[in-house]
């Protein structure tokens, strides 16, 4: 089995009519490994290209910037995760990964920010590189209005509504993280991964990766198979949001990352983590749990999934946190 390649022209806008067509290809990948690449998505390759350049020049300012910037001094957890901070699968060693977190601009006095809600506001943006904040932002409304069309293509998918999920879309959580992998070292053992094996937490994720690879993701069955970069493609992969929405019909499967083909450069890799409104009540949608069975999962609401998942995956005890 491999990831299969999904072609969203005439797919991208409401009710358009390649919309039904796309929307079986993703029912048929979410019932399998859960991550197929998108083509015609929409995004402009000058733009994924920018976003690189700058992943390059945020990464690269000096480490009393990243230290001072840190993420857990941000209540939203936005900035620098340093390296080593993260242990994605809890039974390897910490991950060989630097990154910049970053997300939405919501208002200083937008409900959920005054709430204190983690991943709404507050990010932290180093002074050496100030064409960041405008440069992500418009790279993050690109990928909203992508994630926000997949999920519609995921209700029609669902036999719903297309518009079904819009509902829990109104103030999103997203997170767009901008990710660096050393060459993975000569002689490290089985326990040394840039990114331990793990599911995503979220909705959706929209990985744009460099021309390197070293992205696995676990089949069904078991296998490890490379998610190779394919020019002009996004890897997409379901979070554990899906299943609890499907009831398990859809997966959010294991993957990880090991930066071994790219000759001793490092690899650079941005996901951007579509999760829906903090308050969305995350419970099975309709035709998803057969008569007279209970459904899988207890309902949640997205905001308590999340902070919950941060909590395991970073050392520091602070309440809140993203893979
Ligand atoms: O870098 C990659 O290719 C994947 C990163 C990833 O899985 C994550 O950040 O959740
Ligand atoms: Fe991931």
Redesign the pocket.
């Known amino acids: 089995m491999s990831i299969p390649v999904i072609d969203l022209q005439g797919a991208l806008t409401l009710g358009a009519p390649r919309s039904a067509e796309v929307a079986a290809q993703m029912r048929a990948a979410a019932m399998a490994s859960g991550f197929f690449y998108v083509r015609h998505h929409g995004v402009p390759a000058e733009q994924v290209q920018a976003q690189f350049d700058l992943a390059r020049r945020l990464l690269d300012v000096p480490q009393a910037t990243r230290e001072a910037l840190e993420m857990h001094r941000s209540p939203s957890l936005r900035g620098y995760e340093l390296m080593g901070a993260q242990t994605l699968d809890a039974t390897a060693r910490p991950d060989l990964k630097e990154s910049f977190y970053c997300g939405m601009a919501y208002p200083a006095d937008h409900p959920y920010v005054v709430a204190g809600y983690q991943t709404y506001g507050h990010n932290q943006w180093p002074a050496e590189v100030p064409e960041a904040p405008a440069q992500c932002e418009a790279y993050i409304q690109a990928m909203l209005a992508l994630s926000r069309r997949l999920m519609q293509l995921m209700a029609l998918s669902l036999q719903l509504p297309e518009t079904w999920f819009d509902p829990t879309s109104d103030s999103p959580m997203v997170t767009l993280?901008m990710?660096r992998?050393p060459a993975h070292p000569d002689g490290a053992d089985e326990r040394t991964f840039?990114?331990g094996a793990?599911t995503?937490w979220g909705a959706i994720?929209i990985?744009a990766?460099d021309g390197h690879g070293?992205?696995e993701v676990q089949m069904p069955a078991g296998d490890w198979q490379p998610?190779t970069p394919i020019e002009g493609c996004f890897v997409v992969n379901l979070g554990d949001m899906i299943p609890r929405w499907t009831n398990g019909l859809y997966h959010s499967n294991p993957?990880r990352?090991r930066n071994v083909h790219s000759s001793g450069a490092p690899r650079y890799?941005i996901?951007f983590f579509y999760e829906p409104d903090y308050l969305a009540r995350i419970e099975a949608v309709p035709g998803t749990v057969p008569a007279g069975e209970a459904p899988r999962f207890a309902p949640c609401t997205a905001g308590e999934h999340l902070v919950e998942m941060y909590r395991r995956t970073y050392a520091t005890g602070a309440e809140t946190a993203a893979?």
């Open positions: 993280r990710i992998y840039g990114a793990h995503d994720t990985l990766q070293g992205l998610a993957h990352v890799s996901p893979p």
